[in-house]
Structures are given as C-alpha cells and as structure tokens.
C-alpha cells in the first residue's frame, strides 16, 4: 500500500497574529476553546494513517514544543516514524540554499530515511476536520506530479487576498496559479507529491538560488508540471490575521459550524489537560457561547469563548470576546470585543471594550 | 526489583446494589462527577502520593474497565519497572478457580507481589470517591510500629449501624471491631483502607487459604485472627469527603454533593488533580435557548434547554425548551424538545424522545435510564 509522511511547514507564518504571536509562533496560538491552530493540520494527517510527521520551525517554538511533547496526544510516538520537529539546527559549512530550502537541505537524510514514497505538505493557517485518504487516492488515480487541495468560500473576506488563487481545465489541471481577489477557487495550502520530485526539485531550486519551495519550485513549474486539484467539501476556516482569527472563532458560536467542524467527523485531538467539568453557579447567566473544561462561573458570558480553567466573578460580564487559559475575571468587570491571552487577570470594576472589527488584544500574563 | 510498598486495587466487586448501574458494568467502571469513572479516584490518589506499583484486581464484567485502565497511562503508571498491572483470576497447572473474597484475591496473587519483594501492603478499593495521601498513612504506619494500619472515617452517631466500626484506645490502638453494630461504642468507620506488613500478612493468608470455613475476607477472617492474636492493629484518622456510592440513592447523592458550595475545591483542585481519559470533544456549546445554573457541563455537550443542579458528562446534548433538575446525564445521552427530567440518571448513550416527562419524587429511589429498560420505564 502506497503511504504519505506529512510535512508541516511553518515557514511562511510567522508573527501575524500581533500580541498573541509575541511569545509563540501561530502555530501554537489557542484555537476554538481548547485547541492550537496546529491541531486541526496535525490531526488530519494522524487520522489519515500518516506515521510520521517533520515540522519545519524558525523561531518561538518553545510553547510549540510544550504542546506537541512525544506527539502521544496525536498517537504519534512511534517506534517507527512518530514526530519530528526541525528547527533550524543549520551546520552545513557549502550550504548555500535559502528560505525554506534550508530545511529541505538540511533534512535530506531525514526525508531519504523515510519509509513512505509520498509527502503531504500543509501549513497550519487552513482550519478544517477531516481524513485526505480520498485526496490522496485521488492523486494516484489521476496520476498527478503534485495535487492540491482546494475550497471555494461563498463570500470573501480580508484572509483570502494573500491565498493563492487557481484555474483548472474542466478534468481538474491547474491552468493557473495567482492571486486573482476575484477568484473564489482558494489554494488551501495542502498539498501531496512524490518524494523524489520533492528532493529533485529542491535541488534544482537551490541550484537556481530559489528562496521559496512551492512559488519558485511548483507554481514556476506549472507547464512542466501535471498540477491536480482536490476539492475540499467541508467546513474550514483561513487564519492568517487578527480580524481573520477573532471572526473564525466567533463562527464557532453558532451551532450548525460548531457541528459541521467537530462532529461531522472524529475528534479534532489536542494535548489533554484534565481538567474538571465546568461549573455554573447559582448567579451565571451564560448564552451562545463556547466553554472548555475546568472554568468556574459566576457571572454572565454572553457571544464568547472560554478557554480552560477560566474563573468569571459575580457580576462580572464577559461579551463577544476569547479569554484563554487560566484567564481570572473578578467581579463587576465588564468586557466587550477583547481577546485575552493566558493567565491574564482583570481585577474589580475594570472596564475594556474594543471595537468590533478590531478586538483589544491583552499580552499573556498581564495584570489589569 | 525491590519497592518498599505495594498496592492493592481491590476492583473486582459486582456493585450488585447498583442495580441497572452495574448491569454489564464493573462497579469501579461506573461513570462519576461528569467525567471520571469511579476507579479514577483511587488510581489519581496513588499517583498524587507516588504509590507507582499498583496491582488492580479484577473479575467481575471487567471489559469496560479494563479499556479505561488499559496500562495506566493517565495516572502516569505506564512505567518502566513498575507501573499499573491488570490482576485478573488465571488458572494454572493446579487447575484455578475465580477470586472467592478480598483477601483470596491477594492470595491468589503472592507471585506478583513477591516480585517487587515489599516490606508493606497497602489495599485499596476501587469503590470509594475521596482524596488521600497514602503516603502520610504509610508514615504513621511506619511510627506508630504498627502491624497493620486501618483508616478510619468518623461517621454521624446515628449511621453507625451502617459501617465496620473499630473500637480503639485512645492512642487509637484498635481492641474489637463490630460490623454494622446496632449499639455502637464508637463512631470510627473502617474506609476500607489497610497497611500490612507484608512479612506478617503473607503467614495469616496461608493459614486462611487452607481454612474450609473461611470467607476468605479481610474484614471477617484475617483482621480478626490479627485481633485474637493480640497484633499491633492501629487507626489512621482520616479528614476530608470521603463517599462509598454503594446504592442508586448514595450515587445520586454523590453528585449533588459535587454541587455544593462546601465541596467547589473537591474537583476543581490544583494541588489534588483527578485524572481520567479525554476524548478529545470540543469545548461545550451553550447556545441562545439555555439556562444554566449550578451544574457541572463536560466537553462536547450541546445545551439548548435549562439545566439546574445537573451534571452532563461528555457529548450530551439537551434540546430546545428541555428541563433537566438533579439529574445525571451519562455520555453520550440524548434528549429531545420539551423533555423534563428530575432525579434521573440516563445512562450511556439512552436517547430521550420529545416531549417525555420523568420525574422521581423526593421519596422514591432516583430513576436509573438506560437502553435495556427505557421502554418500560418510559411507558410506566
């Protein structure tokens, strides 16, 4: 049986989520109530029977790092194959590739050793629930050089003008790779080819001084390429900004999205925190809202998401905002269009409102 | 490898007053507090006092439990040389037989003990929802020279009939025991809980292995024979909630304690964590519909309807204009439009149609759904 090892590469995603990209890469940035962005891609291809997944990672991976652990969480911790995070771990003297070829060169024992013949790559950005064993046996079918999976999104929103766009013939070849902002038929970032065109165009790429592997060694490659497209069908969401990431979680509030992300197929998995059941006391009043395990409420929560073990005081109104992990709202506080980073705390009466299309971030760990 | 104390799970009990509770369900296996399983809580406790070998005994309808155990991950007792290890009745060459009481169970397994060559027993139940340190009992055990260590719980006066009660001294040397004593001289309770000396228990378990008569029990057989040999048999004070969910009413009871205030920090404790499997279910939604005041509400749970004095364990969903009131609602549970429940207890997976109405009133026994006896209890 043919098999894919998966590649997430984090390259090209690095601080574009302001404060809360401060101390970690996106990656690792909290995600509907108790997930990180990376969940969702590292999941799919778990559940995908991908034995063993190398993640691409310049800088702030520590909270990554903490996250993944032994990727036991994913069922990742192989004998054979498992996690592999590759920071940039450079000792190469000739080495003369750049941008993300750095890790393609400096990782290329780690892609021959491997037992799977095909790749799938992806980034974290594309937020979507499901299995690409179809995607991939569709690449073979149609016996494609690289397939590409793709969605299209009734309305487009600020997120998707730095998507690549595509144009296929009517048997599904890409015509046509750009950023056309009319275009609807949105690149998702997945994508799956073999490993020896992998490796053979990144050689060429660094021969050539290329900096960027799917713009300089695929997309430049279109009329050489049989480029395949894969429809994607179901829910997902892109995250690539402030405004993308508070509107996709908001999404989540309502209940046909909340069940067409997490229960049209199985679980989205996530490192486990053990934490008790949630519990209202006699004064909450909590309506439309997404709540996590371990959290303690008082007071009123209303259009929002709670992370973990977040404690809202009598009196205290919590409105169209994301309070992550650990999060302590004292009493009488009220706040509206915020995201508060973990194990921030907001002490008696305070007051923070944000505009509705622009929330007010609060840094991790700050006190109020 | 030698470790100087080896523990007992003792979770092999059928629960039979459970009743649909523990119908194809090892007692230690029943759901408890939103998402644990009742085990959770004594597999927690030896891992927050470091007791890393444990032996969890079991027997009856075991399936269930067996896969929530599996080899101890989530209480961090998968380990290298010790760890969790699954204790289930074996024949041998002699022929075998299943385990005829608590202290049989113990006999039955000399081999496995013998391996890590302890100096001290400690036995545990897989029964009971409390949080303790067997460490600080192990200690005591240890100053006050004792053979074996009893933990003992003060109970009301009036529930003395109740309970194994040990009369002591006042330095809490025990004297007699009387189980469910009408009259009682004391009010200290066994829990259930015992430290041995190994090398002193492993004498009376043979002599009681080859009794005819025996029960093969350690609160009948062995810990009086200890008494009559006039043994050091000493008491731990235990303090804290402590809560044997032998009984329907007991298990609902349980839960509504959770609910009180005096009891918040049970669960919802840093320093004592309880640990159980995760399913990975997204956070819950509480959506425009729903009322909720003083319950607890676990992962993937999808709340339309009211909820007061509840606890919904994991992936429930309740539907629009729904009343649930002290009521518990196993995972997987399903209720429909307009549904009103009190003092009932939906058992995994049971699927409330529209409109149903169930109510147990305050002098009857909660009412136990589950797919097996839902028809007749919907239509009654």
């Not at chain 1, 997430?8 to 995603?13: D, G, K, W, Y």
């Not at chain 1, 771990?89 to 400096?106: A, E, Q, V």
Request: glycine share 6%; net charge negative.
């Amino acid at each position: 049986m043919e098999t894919m090892m998966g590649l997430i590469n984090l390259e090209h995603e690095h601080d574009f989520l302001n404060e809360l990209t401060y101390f970690r890469c996106g990656a690792a940035v909290p995600f509907g109530g108790r997930f990180r962005m990376i969940d969702f891609t590292l999941s799919n291809m778990a559940k995908s029977n991908i034995q063993e997944v190398a993640i691409f990672t310049r800088n702030k991976y520590r909270s990554l790092m903490d996250h993944l652990g032994s990727g036991a969480d994913w069922d990742l911790d192989r004998r054979h194959g498992g996690l592999f995070i590759l920071p940039p771990d450079w000792n190469d003297p000739t080495d003369i590739s750049k941008g993300d070829l750095k890790y393609f060169h400096n990782n290329l024992d780690y892609f021959e050793r491997g037992k799977s013949d095909y790749v799938l790559i992806s980034g974290s950005q594309f937020i979507s629930n499901t299995v690409y064993d179809k995607m991939f046996q569709h690449h073979l079918d149609r016996n494609a050089d690289v397939t590409i999976l793709t969605t299209t999104y009734e309305t487009l929103h600020s997120e998707h003008n730095a998507c690549i766009k595509v144009v296929q013939d009517e048997d599904g070849w890409v015509t046509c790779l750009n950023n056309d902002t009319e275009n609807a038929h949105i690149f998702t970032g997945v994508y799956i080819l073999r490993k020896s065109l992998l490796l053979d165009l990144v050689k060429d790429c660094i021969a050539n001084h290329k900096s960027h592997f799917f713009l300089d060694g695929i997309k430049a490659n279109l009329e050489r390429l049989n480029i395949q497209t894969y429809r994607y069908e179901g829910y997902s969401a892109i995250v690539n900004s402030v405004e993308s990431y508070y509107r996709q979680n908001m999404a989540l509030l309502d209940t046909n999205a909340y069940k067409k992300l997490f229960f049209d197929s199985t679980p989205i998995m996530t490192k486990v925190g053990n934490q008790p059941p949630t519990k209202y006391r006699g004064t909450s009043i909590v309506t439309k809202s997404l709540i996590a395990t371990g959290c303690v409420i008082d007071g009123s929560v209303e259009n929002s998401i709670l992370f973990r073990g977040v404690h809202v005081g009598e009196g205290a109104s919590v409105k169209n905002s994301i309070i992550m992990q650990r999060c302590k709202i004292e009493p009488g506080v009220h706040l509206e269009n915020v995201i508060l980073d973990k194990d921030v705390s907001i002490s008696k009466e305070q007051i923070l409102k944000g505009a509705k299309e622009q929330p007010y971030i609060i840094a991790k760990r700050t006190i109020i | 490898m030698k470790k100087e104390c080896v523990t007992m799970l003792l979770a092999g009990g059928a629960g039979t007053r459970l009743g649909a509770l523990t119908q194809n369900l090892a007692k230690p296996a029943v759901p408890f507090g939103g998402r644990y399983r009742i085990i959770d809580f004594a597999l927690s406790n030896c891992l927050n006092s470091h007791m890393f070998t444990v032996g969890v005994l079991t027997q009856y309808s075991p399936l269930e439990l067996h896969k929530h155990i599996g080899v101890g991950k989530p209480w961090d007792l998968d380990r290298m040389h010790d760890g969790l290890t699954t204790l289930s009745p074996f024949t041998e060459h002699t022929g075998g037989n299943w385990y005829l009481g608590t202290a049989d169970a113990i006999t039955k397994n000399r081999t496995y003990i013998e391996g890590y060559d302890p100096d001290y027993l400690l036995v545990i139940s897989g029964d009971h929802i409390y949080h303790m340190d067997y460490d600080k009992l192990l200690r005591h055990h240890k100053k006050t020279q004792a053979d074996v260590t009893i933990s003992v719980l003060e109970v009301p006066w009036k529930e003395t009939s109740r309970f194994g009660i040990l009369n002591t001294t006042d330095d809490l040397r025990i004297y007699d025991f009387e189980e469910k004593p009408l009259h009682a001289k004391s009010n200290l309770a066994s829990m259930g809980i015992y430290i041995f000396n190994w090398n002193v228990l492993k004498d009376y378990l043979e002599k009681d292995a080859t009794d005819p008569d025996s029960d093969h029990d350690f609160g009948k057989n062995i810990l009086p024979a200890m008494l009559a040999d006039n043994l050091r048999l000493y008491a731990y004070r235990f303090e804290g909630y402590w809560k044997d969910v032998g009984t329907i009413e007991s298990y609902w009871e349980a839960h509504m304690d959770l609910l009180a205030e005096d009891l918040e920090r049970f669960l919802n404790n840093n320093e004592w964590r309880t640990y159980s499997h995760d399913s990975n279910f997204p956070p819950q939604l509480i959506d425009e519909h729903a009322v909720v005041h003083q319950s607890l509400v676990n992962n993937g749970c999808i709340v339309s309807g009211t909820l007061d004095h509840s606890i919904l364990f994991e992936n429930v969903q309740v539907g629009k204009g729904a009343t649930i009131k002290q009521s518990i609602l196993h995972p997987g549970v399903r209720v429909g439009k307009n549904v009103y429940l009190e003092r009932v207890i939906a058992k995994e997976d049971v699927v409330i149609p529209d409109n149903t109405t169930l109510i147990a009133s305050d002098d009857q026994e909660p009412i136990v759904l589950s797919i097996e006896n839902q028809k007749k209890m919907m239509n009654a």
